[in-house]
């Protein structure tokens, strides 16, 4: 566990974090070509629930965004990740953990998936991962995932990892389309994730 005294900017992060399939990688100056290519394959559904995928309109946005993401990293104010497919070595989409209060510690995970690589469970398994790292590395004491109610690919992800549904909020936001929005919240404490790491789900995704 990290010594609490620490400053965040002085906590130590791996460089990569390595599962069964995927990769995690901090995101970086050089990931913006790759970046391109997945949204750009996947932008008609990303553009749906992200409003930064309409607004990345060239390749040099996408490195822009990597390399603020690096010193964003750097800063312990933000942990984005890019994930890799092992066996293929593409970018499969992004992740990390957001929303940080250090106090807390409390984390946000967020995520993105290329479409042609949905439907295989990529992203659980990087979202696993992101828990190990959260609760086993920075000491977190909850974990949250807050989605909009009508993206049901996105609210069937945390329920596969034991997530607890603590909320329905109706009408919370407005999603940016200006579209009146109800926001689902799904959390983790370390009491949940230990339990739920012995699970057979669990088992299989954190080797
Ligand atoms: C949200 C999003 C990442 C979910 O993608 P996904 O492919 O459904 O998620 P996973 O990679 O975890 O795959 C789960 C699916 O693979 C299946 N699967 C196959 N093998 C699996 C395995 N070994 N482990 C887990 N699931 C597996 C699951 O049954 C599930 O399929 P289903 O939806 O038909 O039930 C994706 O829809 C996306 O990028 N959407 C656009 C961006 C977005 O909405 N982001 C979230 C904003 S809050």
């Not at 990688?25 to 070509?33: L, T």
Request: aromatic share 8%; proline share 7%; charged share 25%.
């Amino acid at each position: 566990m990290p010594n609490p005294e620490t400053p965040p900017i002085l906590r130590p992060l791996p460089d990569t974090i390595l599962g069964p399939r995927v990769m995690l990688r901090p995101r970086r100056a050089g990931d913006g070509p790759a970046t391109w290519e997945a949204i750009e394959e996947s932008r008609e559904q990303l553009r749906l629930w992200l409003p930064w995928a309409d607004a990345t309109r060239t390749p040099e946005d996408a490195e822009a965004s990597a390399r603020r993401a690096q010193g964003r990293w750097l800063l312990r104010e933000d942990l984005q990740v890019s994930v890799w497919e092992n066996a293929m070595g593409r970018l499969l989409g992004g992740s990390g953990l957001h929303r940080i209060n250090w106090e807390i510690p409390r984390f946000e995970i967020g995520y993105w998936l290329r479409t042609s690589a949905q439907g295989q469970g990529f992203m659980t398994e990087a979202v696993a991962l992101l828990c190990r790292l959260a609760f086993e590395t920075l000491g977190a004491n909850r974990v949250e995932i807050r989605c909009d109610a009508r993206n049901l690919k996105s609210a069937a992800l945390p329920g596969r990892l034991g997530f607890v549904h603590e909320a329905t909020l109706r009408n919370e936001s407005r999603d940016h389309f200006g579209e009146l929005r109800d926001s689902l919240i799904f959390a983790l404490t370390p009491q949940d994730y230990s339990e739920n790491k012995k699970s057979l789900a669990w088992d299989g995704i954190l080797c």
